[in-house]
Nanobody
C-alpha cells in the first residue's frame, strides 16, 4: 500500500500563495484518483481538488480559479498550487488516493497545516 507524505504548509498572509506537495512511496501512475482534502477548525473534512490518471480534474466551488491540482506520475507526486489565499482556507490539508472510480479514497497522508492570517 502506497504511503503519502504532505509538505509545503505554513503561515501566509491573505492574498498570498502556497504550493503543497504530496509525495508517494511508490508509483502513482496506476492510481486512478489523487485528491486533496482539508479540515478546518471545528469543521468536517471536505474535498478541495481531485485529479485522475485520465487527465481530468475537479475542484470545490470555493477554490475554483484560485487552486490548481497537478500530478507528476513519473515523480510520484501530486501538487496543490494555492493562490489568492483567504482566512477561510485555513485548515489541515490532506492528500489521498482512490484506486478505481468505484472505490472511496482509502489511503491518506498525515496532513500539513495551512494558516492564512495577517
Amino acid at each position: 500500500q502506497v504511503q503519502l507524505v504532505e509538505s509545503g504548509g505554513g503561515l501566509v498572509q491573505p492574498g498570498g500563495s502556497l504550493r503543497l506537495s504530496c509525495t508517494a512511496s511508490a508509483s502513482i501512475s496506476g492510481i486512478y484518483g489523487m485528491g486533496w482534502f482539508r479540515q478546518g477548525p471545528g469543521q468536517q473534512r471536505e474535498l478541495v481538488a481531485t485529479s485522475t490518471n485520465r487527465g481530468t480534474t475537479n475542484y470545490a466551488d470555493s477554490v475554483k480559479g484560485r487552486f490548481t491540482i497537478s500530478r507528476d506520475n513519473a515523480g510520484n507526486a501530486v501538487y496543490l498550487q494555492m493562490n489568492s489565499l483567504k482566512p477561510e482556507d485555513t485548515a489541515v490539508y490532506y492528500c489521498a488516493t482512490k484506486q478505481t472510480p468505484f472505490r472511496e479514497y482509502s489511503t491518506w497522508g498525515q496532513g500539513t497545516q495551512v494558516t492564512v492570517s495577517s
